[in-house]
């Protein structure tokens, strides 16, 4: 008998951390995380998400920018998890993002591995590393910029 890592966990604790829901939440589950030094989550891709109706007819492939997001979602769930703040009041918003490479294609089928290490943070912006993968090959790459900001702020 196997004993679960500890610092793994689901969808439903992905809920609880994220406000983000269908058809936005592209976290599927987290498999490991340090806090305040990395996450690796993942993303399962199917046919039926909603972006590839019109991206694009006949040759379905996932968006970049949501690659991007889904990083930037693996992210907040480490910031999350790496600080002592309450999130109820919070959100965690993209502030920049540097030095983004697509290199592959991403399609229906594969699973999409989101790997976040933590730069640096500073008062209330966190800079991230993220590397997406299928198959153990780059499919994306970005050095992300975040803030957690008050939601009455916004």
């Known amino acids: 008998m196997t004993q679960e890592n500890p610092n793994s966990f689901d969808i439903r604790k992905i809920l609880g951390l994220l406000p983000h829901r269908y058809p936005f939440l592209l976290v599927d589950r987290v498999v490991d995380y340090v806090p305040g030094q990395s996450i690796v989550a993942y993303k399962n891709v199917s046919f039926n998400e909603p972006f590839f109706q019109g991206h694009f007819p006949g040759i379905p492939v996932m968006p970049g920018v949501l690659i991007m997001e889904a990083l930037a979602q693996a992210g907040g769930i480490l910031v999350i998890k790496s600080t002592d703040t309450t999130i109820e009041d919070k959100l965690f918003l993209f502030t920049g993002m540097e030095k983004v490479r697509f290199r592959k294609p991403v399609y229906p089928g594969d699973k999409l591995e989101l790997h976040c290490s933590l ?19 780059l499919a994306a790459e970005a050095e992300m910029t975040a803030a957690i900001m008050n939601k009455e702020d916004m």
């Open 119 to 137: 730069i640096r943070q500073k008062l209330k912006l966190w800079k991230m590393e993220g590397k997406a993968y299928v198959d153990g090959k």
